[in-house]
């Protein structure tokens, strides 16, 4: 799998940005996670979506502002980011790993299958 991600932008801050995760194959079998790192910082999971509807996971860090979801029939997976502040710049990351049947996690080391990044800048 290549994750492929795009959305990002320069955005002022309190607004929104949609970024989009999709894959040449199908994303049917694999769950799908995004990710953020800042220069300097970890790379930070953000929340996830399950294979077979099995749910998703949010970190509490973003929970409220950041919403995941799949379109199965437009294979992507999105995430909706509101009330974006400065302190949300970073590069974001799709990643996906297949055939797990139980609820995602939020560790990247669960996750063998990552895209090249899109960059979001919360600036005034």
């Known amino acids: 799998l290549q994750p492929v991600e795009s959305g990002g932008g320069l955005v002022q801050p309190g607004g929104s940005l949609t970024l989009s995760c999709t894959a040449s194959e199908s994303l049917r079998y694999y769950t799908i996670a995004w990710f953020r790192q800042a220069p300097g910082e970890d790379r930070e999971a953000l929340a996830c979506d399950s294979v077979s509807d099995r749910g998703t996971n949010t970190a509490d860090a973003v929970k409220g502002r950041f919403t995941i979801s799949r379109d199965k029939d437009k294979n992507t997976v999105t995430l909706q980011m509101n009330s974006l502040q400065p302190n949300d710049t970073a590069v974001y990351y799709c990643?996906?790993?297949?055939?797990?049947?139980?609820?995602?996690?939020?560790?990247?080391?669960?996750?063998?299958?990552w895209g090249q990044g899109t960059r979001v800048t919360v600036s005034s």
């Open positions: 990643a996906g790993e297949a055939y797990r049947y139980r609820l995602c996690v939020l560790d990247r080391w669960e996750y063998n299958y």
